[in-house]
T-cell receptor
Framework: DAGVIQSPRHEVTEMGQEVTLRCKPI?????LFWYRQTMMRGLELLIY????????DSGMPEDRFSAKMPNASFSTLKIQPSEPRDSAVYFC??????????????FGSGTRLTVV | GESVGLHLPTLSVQEGDNSIINCAYS??????FIWYKQESGKGPQFIID?????DKRQGQRVTVLLNKTVKHLSLQIAATQPGDSAVYFC????????????FGKGTTLSVSS
């Protein structure tokens, strides 16, 4: 298994530009999560999907952030327009989910975003 | 609000020593806990998990202890090796439907040889 695949690994963009981060979850996992990691705030949950449906997006900072999961094998996180304070490492994770049991998440390698 | 936190931000040990990393949680509804290891430039890596119906679980060189009375979680690493140097996070999940893992701030473990 190739694990959770994220692209790009690094992204440097100018303030005001649109940024799109991509994620391919592990096949068979029905939940997908987007986290953001910074030194100040640690790992924060932005949004998560179950069976391609957004369940909780309360962690999305503001309307500039949006996420989609058009099918079970692909998700995007878009920031438009980007700002310097969005600079962080963005992780995608996936897991199995069952109504009666929790499972651990498998994380991708992350996308390091720098907005200048 | 409720959150998961760690007692110490850094821990330095000698190679071969046992390491203990602690974590406090405040959500009494949490019923699933995980320890993750994160090396520089990589994503968090699953180490071991424990459910609230257990108080101890062992893996290879690692043991997780759960004390629900005081809402405390610990990770014990036996015979710590330089390759164990990383940031360790505890994460907790509520049994409530529709919730996701919440992570603590992390403890940096430094192993010197």
């Amino acid at each position: 298994d190739a694990g959770v695949i994220q692209s790009p690994r690094h992204e440097v963009t100018e303030m005001g530009q649109e940024v799109t981060l991509r994620c391919k979850p592990i096949s068979g996992h029905n939940s997908l999560f987007w986290y953001r990691q910074t030194m100040m705030r640690g790992l924060e949950l932005l949004i998560y999907f179950n069976n391609n449906v957004p369940i909780d997006d309360s962690g999305m900072p503001e309307d500039r952030f949006s996420a989609k999961m058009p099918n079970a094998s692909f998700s995007t996180l878009k920031i438009q327009p980007s700002e310097p304070r969005d600079s962080a490492v963005y992780f995608c994770a996936s897991s199995r989910t069952a109504s009666d049991r929790a499972y651990g998440y498998t994380f991708g390698s992350g996308t390091r975003l720098t907005v200048v | 609000g409720e959150s998961v936190g760690l007692h110490l931000p850094t821990l330095s040990v000698q190679e071969g020593d046992n390491s203990i990393i602690n974590c406090a949680y405040s959500n009494s509804a949490s019923d699933y806990f995980i320890w993750y290891k994160q090396e520089s430039g990589k994503g968090p890596q699953f180490i071991i998990d424990i459910r609230s119906n257990m108080d101890k679980r062992q893996g290879q060189r690692v043991t997780v202890l759960l004390n629900k009375t005081v809402k405390h979680l610990s990770l014990q690493i036996a015979a710590t090796q330089p390759g164990d140097s990383a940031v360790y996070f505890c994460a907790e999940k509520s049994g409530q439907a529709g919730t996701a893992l919440i992570f603590g701030k992390g403890t940096t473990l430094s192993v010197s040889s």
